[in-house]
């Protein structure tokens, strides 16, 4: 595992074993952000089994038991993941459910290419500035299930976000790509605020080991910072070349690191390209002058093989946006980043 000198230190404490708190996340990225701050303290339980789709998923009972249980849910909003939406509509939750992407200060944007428009959602409050956030207010937001934090600040309402305003479009098997674009962590100024809201919600939940859950967020945030140059680093030589994704999940780091995403092959996580999409695709492959083009985990890369024959494009390596294919734990969100930005950077090279 590679981690700053500051959050080896920060891990090497002995805190307090937080033997009763039961800590829930809906896929793996959330799952590295609760383990990067809880350290050894805890372990948190992770709901989609590795490999899944995060989009489409379904619990087993063992696994609705475990949020119907937990103390602190974690997960990113309905946006990415339907499914749990469903579950916590479902269940009496005994836990406090806290919502990632209604954390104050994020930069949020709309889908970048799938209906060929972006609007950022600076109306909200949210800042761009991935080196100048302010965590006076760790924007606290928790899903309405009967619980009720207004001696701690906490609310539903006060970050304005309606599902409705956004343009949210949902069905049974992931969402559609219109409307805010739930891959957050794909920024990593996001990921800095995300680290902090879970350390205070855990200190909350669990005061004992406070102190070692804020200073493995900053120690984390520190690792973060050093990632958002490494990654910068990486992606240099990829410049302004086109790229062609399987689907659109890679809006934040075309705002964050500068890279062209030129198209994309799906226009829905849950949508299989047509045969008009295809020919569509090829024709903008040619003309635009795509470098490369990348497949994806669980995705097939046949619909690739259709696109690219003929053209020229190169085929880079598969990636895997939401990590379901790593390892799970701390590191897991780190690797998640390295692995796309030295993908294009090696496909990008020839």
């Given at each position: 595992m590679r981690y700053s000198l500051a959050?080896?230190?920060a891990m090497m404490a002995t805190p307090i074993a937080a033997k009763d708190l039961n800590v829930v996340t809906d896929f793996?990225?959330?799952h590295s952000l609760v383990s990067m701050v809880m350290g050894d303290v805890g372990n948190a339980e992770v709901l989609l089994d590795r490999g899944g789709d995060p989009h489409s998923f379904q619990l087993r009972p063992s696994q609705a038991r475990s949020l119907a249980d937990a103390d602190l849910i974690f997960w990113v909003g309905e946006e990415l993941t339907p499914w749990m939406a469903r579950a916590l509509a479902g269940i009496e939750a005994q836990g406090d459910v806290v919502t990632l992407i209604e954390a104050e200060?994020?930069?949020?944007?709309?889908?970048?290419?799938?209906?060929?428009?972006?609007?950022d959602h600076d109306d909200h409050g949210h800042d761009h500035d991935d080196h100048g956030h302010s965590h006076d207010d760790h924007g606290h937001s928790h899903d309405d299930h009967g619980h009720s934090h207004d001696d701690h600040g906490h609310s539903h309402d006060d970050h304005g976000h309606s599902h409705d305003d956004h343009g949210h479009s949902h069905d049974d098997h992931g969402h559609s790509h219109d409307g805010?674009?739930?891959?957050?962590?794909?920024?990593?100024?996001n990921v800095k605020i995300w680290l902090d809201l879970i350390a205070e919600e855990l200190a909350e939940h669990d005061p004992e080991n406070a102190a070692t859950y804020r200073a493995n967020a900053e120690a984390a945030r520190a690792e973060i910072a050093d990632l958002?140059?490494?990654?910068?680093?990486?992606?240099?030589?990829?410049?302004?070349?086109?790229l062609v994704m399987f689907h659109d999940a890679y809006g934040y780091m075309m705002d964050q690191f500068g890279v062209n995403v030129a198209g994309t092959i799906a226009l829905g996580d849950a949508a299989a390209p047509g045969a008009q999409r295809l020919s569509e695709l090829r024709a903008q492959l040619q003309e635009g002058g795509?470098?490369?083009?990348?497949?994806?985990?669980?995705?097939s890369s046949r619909y690739i093989d259709m696109v690219v024959e003929g053209t020229g494009v190169r085929v880079g390596a598969e990636l895997d946006p939401e990590g379901v294919l790593l390892e799970p734990g701390a590191d897991l969100y780190p690797t998640l980043m390295r692995n796309i930005a030295q993908a294009m950077a090696n496909c990008v090279a020839g």
């Open positions: 959050l080896a230190c793996a990225v959330t200060g994020l930069h949020l944007q709309d889908f970048a290419l799938g209906h060929g428009h972006s609007h805010l674009d739930p891959h957050a962590w794909m920024n990593t100024g958002s140059t490494e990654i910068t680093a990486i992606l240099e030589p990829v410049g302004a070349a086109p795509a470098v490369c083009i990348f497949p994806e985990v669980n995705h």
